[in-house]
């Protein structure tokens, strides 16, 4: 198993680019989740999902666009970068019955 | 709304001290808890967890209790190692499967 992958590990945008950040996992985790970290705020929750089709909002989702057509893969798009989403973004994954998230590694976003 | 409340850091140690990082939680009702624990440029780790009153939570010679009275879930551990050298973050998650994190404790141990 490879867990919870995600792409790219780095990235420098300018203001007003759009972009989305790939995150895959391969455990058949039904929730998924997209979380910013910034430093001295702890992890928040952008958008999350319970299964193929179903989607909601975080705590800071404004900026943030997300789908979940498959199981396996939920992108996070961004619809046009801001100074402010300059972040470490992760993406994590669990089984509906378990307490247990699985983290990916990380995207190191930057945006001037 | 519901919030996880830890000690600032960072925390410096020397190897083999004891180590206690507190927490505490605002919640409604009786949510599970949790410690995770991110090593450098890495992803968060489950550590331990308690999903109830008074359990226990240990892992790698890490625990906390689940303390309803006083709405805490202090980690502690018995003797450090150098390794042990990462962030630290208490969550819970209430009963809408939505995960809170604390801001993390960062832990540096020194040889």
């Known amino acids: 198993n490879a867990g919870v992958t995600q792409t790219p590990k780095f990235q420098v945008l300018k203001t007003g680019q759009s972009m989305t950040l790939q995150c895959a996992q391969d455990m058949n985790h039904e929730y998924m989740s997209w979380y910013r970290q910034d430093p001295g705020m702890g992890l928040r929750l952008i958008h999350y999902s319970v299964g193929a089709g179903i989607t909601d909002q975080g705590e800071v989702p404004n900026g943030y666009n997300v789908s979940r057509s498959t199981t396996e893969d939920f992108p996070l798009r961004l619809l046009s970068a801001a100074p402010s989403q300059t972040s470490v973004y992760f993406c994590?994954?669990?089984?509906?019955?378990?307490?247990?998230?699985?983290f990916g590694p990380g995207t190191r976003l930057t945006v001037t | 709304g519901d919030s996880v409340t830890q000690m600032e850091g960072p925390v410096t140690l020397s190897e083999e001290a004891f180590l206690t990082i507190n927490c505490t939680y605002t919640a409604t009702g009786y949510p599970s808890l949790f410690w995770y624990v991110q090593y450098p440029g890495e992803g968060l780790q489950l550590l331990l967890k308690a999903t109830k009153a008074d359990d226990k939570g240990s892992n790698k010679g890490f625990e906390a209790t689940y303390r309803k009275e006083t709405t805490s879930f202090h980690l502690e551990k018995g003797s450090v190692q150098v390794s042990d050298s990462a962030v630290y973050f208490c969550?819970?998650?209430?009963?809408?499967?939505?995960?809170?994190f604390g801001k993390g404790t960062r832990l540096h141990i020194l040889p």
């Open positions: 994590a994954s669990r089984d509906g019955g378990s307490y247990e998230q699985y």
């Open positions: 969550a819970l998650e209430p009963r809408d499967d939505k995960i809170i």
